[in-house]
């Protein structure tokens, strides 16, 4: 998770102080627990200021409704899970060995953080706006990374947000079949054979 | 949509006659509508009943509930997308063929019925273990034509089912993208262009 509590609230509920960037920080906290155990229509106002330790006019004072709160933690998590990703590939030797880490810092966050993928893909149904702009920028940024790979020649010429969007989806679902549902394989393995089909291909030479 | 109407419903309330086949038929294609325009929480079997022409009693003698009816959609859509496409690379010329005709045939599918995706990934929330049954079943069959390929000669050598389920979130995010959100490209085009790199791979050569 990520600091950056100020921009998930709504501007006039913003906090002001450093107590009450904590305080937000510990809902958006306790928000991904109740709703990653619960699902949002289960889960409870009063769920998330008990697990918070906070009051509930206090959990007024930052957000509207359970639907805001749940906007502002997709937002967070997005950031959160971008972030994530472009630190673990800072450094990496070129573009295809950025897709190796990447893939496999995105598949052990998933498995540290599996109720991050439930409140993103139940953002679909609850808040659809939040859910696309998540995607809507993952799939930028990694298409900007894809064109400056090409214009320095480390991969071939392509699609680059085309391209983005596949190798998302790629990752989703390595995400949820081995970070989430079994974890018979470590995350470095997974990314090392996907990866391994994203540079190669499937064409018998 | 298919013609599963028997299995699709519990063993004891599954019809016996060709009357009662259509009536499945009817109320099934009923909740592709329902529940596809207003999400299951929303839905309502008196909405359901009314737009497939059917008497509410008439639900009952063949689904004990709403969820029951949403399981038996989320099987038989999942039927119908892997016929549709595996009836669209039959005789396709080689692997590669058969995954560019298989593409573009799943993004027309989803431009066709955009209610399948949001019903089969609302069963993450209903269904779970449906949801899973549905990609399980999908990988597992993809796999067995990889490896039916590699034995012909016509991929090169890799582990069958991480590059299924690779495949297969490429598909359903391009389909997502490019089927339902936006249709500034053909199911063809998204088809050749993401082949393209499945086949090469990004690797500058």
């Known amino acids: 998770m990520n600091d950056m509590g100020q921009a998930a609230v709504s501007a006039d509920k913003a906090p002001r102080t450093e107590r009450g960037r904590r305080t937000v920080r510990k809902l958006l906290e306790a928000a991904a627990q109740e709703f990653g155990a619960r699902g949002f229509h289960e889960a409870a106002i009063t769920g998330i200021t008990g697990r918070a330790g906070v009051a509930l006019g206090t959990f007024y004072t930052y957000f509207e409704s359970k639907e805001e709160l749940f906007r502002a933690l997709v937002r967070d998590m997005s950031h959160a ?121 499937l064409r018998a030479r």
Chains 1, 2 share one sequence.
């Not at 659809?128 to 900007?144: I, L, M, S």
């Open 81 to 201: 899970v971008r972030q994530h990703v472009a630190e673990a590939v800072r450094g990496a030797g070129d573009r295809i060995a950025a897709e190796r880490i990447g893939l496999a810092a995105f598949i052990a966050f998933t498995r540290q953080h599996p109720e991050l993928y439930r409140i993103i893909e139940e953002a679909q149904f609850v808040a659809e706006d939040v859910y696309r702009e998540h995607y809507r920028t993952f799939a930028a940024g990694y298409a900007r990374n894809l064109a400056a790979a090409r214009a320095r020649g480390e991969i071939s010429e392509g699609p680059d947000e085309l391209r983005a969007w596949a190798l998302i989806g790629m990752s989703v679902f390595l995400g949820m079949r081995y970070g989430i549902w079994d974890e018979d394989m470590s995350p470095a393995e997974v990314a090392d054979r996907a990866i391994d089909l994203v540079s190669e291909g």
